[in-house]
């Protein structure tokens, strides 16, 4: 199957800095985090696959298509959602996503139905005739995903679309990018320095530091492998003789304090095993929490990597 | 789909072709454009001339006309090149005043509002984003220069015959190569200067000062050095030199001064200084070379986002 970005060694000079160094990697979920600090190189690798800044060295792919000898094709397929204010001035919205999606290749007769419709589905149905510079900031925003969304691209990147917004309309906005990916009709690049926004949103990041990838992981895989810690509360029983029997099954344990222990599950142990072992030691067990490394765990790790530590899962 | 149905939907209709998606931008512009009444009403009053052009050449050649409106017939200016002449260039300043009006927001607007990365993440390039605002530039200003300009050539032709217009056929191309020169200095400038500043007002008031002020530097060192050499500097000149010389008009020799010069054993003595205007090779390289440098201003302004190295 055809990823949806491969990156090939992939770097990119500014003068004498180098922005992104030597980046690899293959991405191919349905909505990609891109995480990293200030000036990690997030914004120019988004331009760089648009084609804004040429590679100094190394290439990538867009479903396939070279960034730099299929340029046109590659940007064809995209829809992109600058982070800074952008529109065409003195013009009303319906307007500007209809030359929008005009020049993405929409025949005239179609671009207007197409805006009409990306308007409303983003929520600037009753707005639509007012130019976009009478928006609010808010209004901007999803004035700006009607124009990534209006040719119905195949990947629509998102450079920090939930920035300057009140919490009902970031969380429209995280509803709707939700919905896109779950439609499964375009896959989503979203560039954001807010862990919660990619957490809600993305199975799959990448994290940049001074230009290096420093982590590439599936998020729905690190999830489910994380299903393997658990944390165990209990109360009365014979507890060191419960826990032998759980190592019996083939868990790792590690009781800690009077009460918890710390297992990591065998793939063969069901959660019911351990709710009959406990039956059987007449230990109760008062809470039973899967230990999941959270999205901030990953980056914060990440983030202690030095340089290009790892190309790949975390 | 109908509008009230919520739903990301794919595109998967027909698409025009690729090169023809500039033609969208100049489309989109002219619109615009004419939603102003004093461009409309400038734009109206340029086919004035072209009209009366039009009636000069028609009663030239209407015996009856010209008896009717008791008019001597040789008063009438002789339909030559001339006369096509005159024509390119008065219109060529009507050309100037519309692109002064038109041209400084095309691109300074994007970039005020930021909009270039929208248009150049699109299957379109840096060099077809400027051929399309060129093109709002040379499609109003081919309307009114050397469009009415072949067709009053045309009448000419029609009314006087085959033979005048085998033997004045090179005129049609004058026209319209004149006209295209005018054309692409204008707008490639006018976009160089848009592209530079945001401002649309300090942009119209570059693009006169950049006309004017030259010109007015050339005419007091000509004055001043006895010479038109200075020409060179004044856009106004060197493009009416290349008319005149397309129009097989030009002469270097433009007239004489009379120089004095005063010695103590002899009296004052006259002698006369020749005016040269400069070279016309000169005169296309001044255009080419400020082409050249309004194709790089705008290589290195167009971009979607500003490096800073």
């Not at chain 1, 648009?50 to 792919?61: D, I, K």
């Not at chain 1, 509803?175 to 979203?190: H, K, T, V, Y």
């Not at chain 2, 005063?262 to 400069?278: C, G, H, K, T």
Request: hydrophobic content about 50%; overall charge positive.
């Amino acid at each position: 199957m055809t990823s949806v970005i491969e990156l090939e060694q992939l770097s990119v000079t500014f003068g004498k800095r180098r922005i992104l160094k030597s980046l690899d990697g293959a991405l191919n979920g349905r909505s990609i985090g891109l995480l990293g600090p200030n000036g990690a190189g997030k914004t120019t690798l988004i331009h760089t696959l648009l084609g804004f800044h040429p590679p100094s060295s190394g290439t990538a792919r867009i479903f396939g298509q070279d960034i730099t000898h299929n340029a046109k094709q590659v940007r064809a397929a995209i829809g992109y959602m600058p982070e800074r204010d952008s529109f065409i001035g003195k013009m009303s919205a319906v307007h500007f996503v209809r030359l929008m999606a005009e020049l993405s290749g929409i025949p005239a007769s179609h671009a207007l139905e197409r805006a009409h419709e990306a308007l409303f589905y983003v929520g600037l149905g009753e707005a639509r005739y007012r130019p976009v510079d009478s928006y609010s900031l808010g209004m901007k925003q999803l004035a700006k995903l009607a124009q990534a969304i209006v040719h119905g691209p195949k990947l629509i990147i998102l450079d920090e679309p939930t920035n300057g917004l009140d919490p009902p309309t970031r969380s429209r906005m995280i509803n709707m990018i939700r919905q896109i990916r779950d439609s499964g009709r375009a896959r989503i690049l979203l560039s954001s320095h807010l862990l919660r926004d990619v957490e809600e949103c993305c199975d799959e990041i990448l994290v940049l530091k001074d230009g290096y990838l420093v982590a590439n992981c599936n998020l729905e895989e690190e999830r489910k492998a994380n299903r393997k810690f658990i944390e165990l509360e209990t109360r009365g029983g014979d507890r060191t003789a419960f826990a032998e029997a759980i190592g019996g099954l083939g868990c790792e344990y590690a009781l800690s304090g009077e009460r918890r222990m710390k297992l990591i599950m065998n793939e063969t142990v069901e959660i019911s095993d351990l709710y009959r072992l406990a039956l059987a030691h007449e230990v109760q067990i008062r809470r039973l929490n899967f230990k999941r490394d959270s999205l901030e765990d990953i980056f914060l790790k990440a983030m202690e990597t030095n340089g290009r530590a790892t190309n790949g899962s975390l | 789909m109908a509008v009230y149905e919520h739903l990301y939907r794919a595109y998967d209709g027909e698409e025009v072709t690729h090169w023809s998606r500039f033609l969208v931008i100049p489309r989109y512009a002219i619109r615009d454009v004419f939603k102003s009444k004093l461009f409309t009403t400038l734009f109206i009053l340029c086919f004035i001339y072209p009209l009366i052009a039009a009636i000069l050449v028609y009663l030239r050649h209407n015996a009856n006309a010209v008896s009717l409106l008791q008019i001597n017939i040789s008063e009438l200016l002789p339909i030559d090149n001339t006369f096509f002449s005159t024509f390119v260039g008065l219109q060529g300043s009507f050309a100037f005043i519309l692109t002064v009006i038109v041209a400084p927001p095309l691109i300074s607007r994007d970039l005020a509002n930021n909009a270039l990365p929208l248009y150049l993440c699109r299957p379109l390039s840096r060099v077809e984003y400027v051929l399309g605002k060129m093109a709002v530039i040379g499609f109003l200003l081919s309307c009114i220069t050397w469009i009415p300009g072949l067709l009053i050539f045309l009448l000419q032709a029609s009314l006087a015959g085959v033979g005048w217009l085998w033997s004045n056929l090179w005129m049609a191309w004058s026209i319209f190569f004149g006209s295209m020169v005018w054309i692409l200095l204008l707008s490639l400038i006018a976009l160089a200067i848009s592209a530079l500043v945001k401002w649309r007002v300090v942009a119209s008031g570059a693009m006169l000062g950049l006309f004017f002020v030259p010109s007015a530097f050339a005419e007091i060192v000509n004055s001043l050095f006895l010479t038109k050499s200075a020409h060179l500097i004044s856009l106004w000149a060197t493009i009416n030199n290349i008319w005149l010389g397309l129009f097989r008009l030009f002469e270097r020799q433009t007239g004489s001064v009379r120089g004095t010069v005063s010695n103590p054993i002899y009296e004052r003595q006259f002698f006369d200084i020749a005016l040269l205007e400069p070279p016309l090779w000169a005169s296309w390289l001044v255009v080419v070379l400020i082409c050249g440098v309004c194709v790089l201003l705008l290589a290195r302004r167009v971009r979607a986002y500003e490096v800073v190295t």
